[in-house]
Structure formats: C-alpha cells, structure tokens
C-alpha cells in the first residue's frame, strides 16, 4: 500500500458536483486540494440523461458532458484527483486521516461530499435503461416527457410528490403500487386522486423494463394473483428513497435519523475542520445547483478556518474545535 505522507490543505470525499465545486474554489485559492473520486466520477450526475435546468447551459447538455467539463475545470486550478474510495476516517486528530483501498491522505481540511443514492428496483432493464427513459428525480427529467405516458414506482410521500409534478408534464401518469394503499401522507393522497392525469395501479411490482435503446414497456406481476402483465409507457420514474452514502461516518459524524450528515449554515459538522455538502448533507432538494452551492459554501467556510489556523499558531485555540472520533469500513457495515 502506498502512502502519501504529506500533509494536504484540503480533502474532497466525493467527486459530485458539490465536491467537484468545492475543490474548484479551494484550489483556486491556493490551498493543496485532493479529491478522492469514489466509485464514479461525477457521481449520480454521470448517469444523467439530459440537463436543462442547469443556469447557463441552454443548449443541450448531457450528464457526462458536464462531469467532464467539471473535470477539465477543477483540474485546470491544480486540484488532483485520486481515483480510490474512502474506506475509513480517523478525525480524531489533526490533521485529520481519510483511508482508501490504495494508501491514506492526511489533511488540515476535510470536506465530505460522498453524496446519497437513489434505491433500486434491480429488475432486468433497469439499469441498461437509467438515463434512456429510466429516472429517479422527477425534477430533473420531467420536463423531458412533455405529452408522454410515463409510470411512477412507490406509494411513499416521494412517490405521490413526484407524480403530481409529473403532471404538468406527461400526458398521463400510472402509479404504480405494491399494495392496495398508498403509505403518503392523506393531503397528498387526496390531491393525487383528484388529478384527472393520474391512474393507480394497486398490487402489482414491476418485474422487468423494456425498450431498444430507450424505454417503451414495463412487464408487472400482480402480487395478489402473481398475474404477469405489460404496460406500455415513455418512461419510469422509480421512488422508492434515497439513502445517503454515509456508513464510514457513522459514529464520527453526526447524523439525523436517516444518515444524512448534520450540518450548520456554514457547512460545518460537529468535527472541526471537517465540512459536509450536497446529497449527504440534504435529503431535500437534490439539484446540482443546490449541490454546487453548498460545494462553494463548504469551500469558502474551509478557507477561512485555514486562514484563522494560521494565524493562531501564538497559543490561541482555533475555532470549530470539535472532538473527533475513528471508524472503519468493516464497523460502519455492522
């Protein structure tokens, strides 16, 4: 295992649009930036059909033109990145130490960006067809199936949430439920059977998606009768959660009830000198812009506890002194 023995300014965990935004303004500052990619670089961007709702990008623009536009940009300001994952974190001391497969980065600065996951159905299809017609945000592909049919996976508030947005899109949308009762919240519930655009399709599971390079059908299965049917539709928009990627943190960092790392309006985590931003941090919004913005935040907050770090070296305690705390991979998993 090689290691890296030099004390960096700046860690990134993450390569989504949040790390990538941090490292870029961290790196333009001056400061020693790494970010280590993870199991993808861009993350969930990179398996984006089609962004337009991104400020400044009108034309056409697909989720792994921007990642490697962000790529070449962060880069172009020295920041370097270190295709590995983060296995474990010791932030128990400064500098604080992020373990991977392949060595160990010591930084002043950490900045947690390992961003959150959209759960799958893992039926035949799904992935081949993610971006060609299979999504997980409704927001940001609605609007690409004006005058559609498109069905909707879940029973859940996000589910419903991201049905009724559908609508001012798709020409009709079937929801999809395994049970006979959607578990959504009853304002939602009545605003969705109000909808004249929106069907329910009670006990039935999809078994397989279906299309010749995007998605023209989804095969179901009853699950009182298992009678095995198909629908045709444009699209499917699958909600059945999102879990934040937040395991090797757990007992370090702290989190709310779900996994999502907790943070205060200056990105800052109860660890000093360890910032949180993007999807890991906001179990709401989940847009790149949001992402980007609190990427800059953490950056900016970053920079200036770098800069007070320096100038307290007379005695005086720098601020957002926090304890930290070890975890490996193997106890985040238990």
């Known amino acids: 295992m090689s290691e890296d023995k030099k004390v960096h300014d700046v860690v990134v965990i993450g390569s989504g649009p949040s790390g990538m935004c941090a490292a870029l303004y961290t790196a333009r500052a001056g400061l020693d930036t790494k970010v280590v990619v993870g199991p993808q670089l861009g993350g969930q961007v990179a398996i984006t059909w089609e962004i337009d709702n991104y400020l400044g990008f009108a034309d056409e623009l697909t989720g792994p033109e921007l990642v490697e536009r962000m790529h070449k940009h962060v880069e172009k300001f020295g920041a370097q990145l270190v295709y590995d994952e983060v296995t474990s974190v010791d932030f128990a001391s400064s500098p604080h130490t992020v373990k991977m497969y392949g060595g160990e980065l010591k930084a002043r600065v950490v900045i947690v960006s ?104 989804v095969t179901t299965r009853r699950t009182d009768t298992e009678e095995i049917g198909t629908l045709e539709t444009d699209g499917v928009f699958i909600f059945i959660g999102h879990y934040p ?20 309006d200056h990105m800052r985590t109860n660890v000093g ?36 770090i320096e100038h307290s070296t007379v005695g005086e305690a720098a601020p957002d002194a926090g304890e930290g705390q070890v975890v490996g991979i193997e106890a985040a998993r238990s």
């Open 245 to 264: 990627n937040s395991s090797i943190f757990k007992g370090v960092l702290d989190m709310d009830e779900h996994g999502y790392v907790i943070i205060d």
């Open 114 to 217: 390992a961003g959150a996951t959209a759960r799958v159905l893992g039926v035949p299809g799904e992935k081949e067809l993610t971006g060609r017609g299979v999504s997980y945000c409704a927001t940001c592909d609605g609007a690409f199936f004006k005058g559609q049919e498109v069905v909707v996976v879940g029973g859940g508030d996000s589910a419903i949430e991201e049905a009724l947005f559908l609508t001012r899109f798709a020409s009709r949308v079937r929801v999809l439920h395994r049970r006979d009762e959607l578990r959504a919240g009853q304002q939602l519930k009545e605003r969705a059977m109000a909808n004249d655009k929106i069907d329910f399709v009670w006990n039935t599971v999809v078994e397989s998606i279906s299309g010749n390079g995007k998605v023209n059908s």
């Open 273 to 308: 000198g360890v910032y949180a931003c993007g999807e890991i941090a906001d179990p709401n919004w989940r847009q790149i812009a949001t992402s980007v913005g609190q990427g800059c935040m953490a950056a900016m907050a970053a920079e200036e506890y770098l800069g007070v």
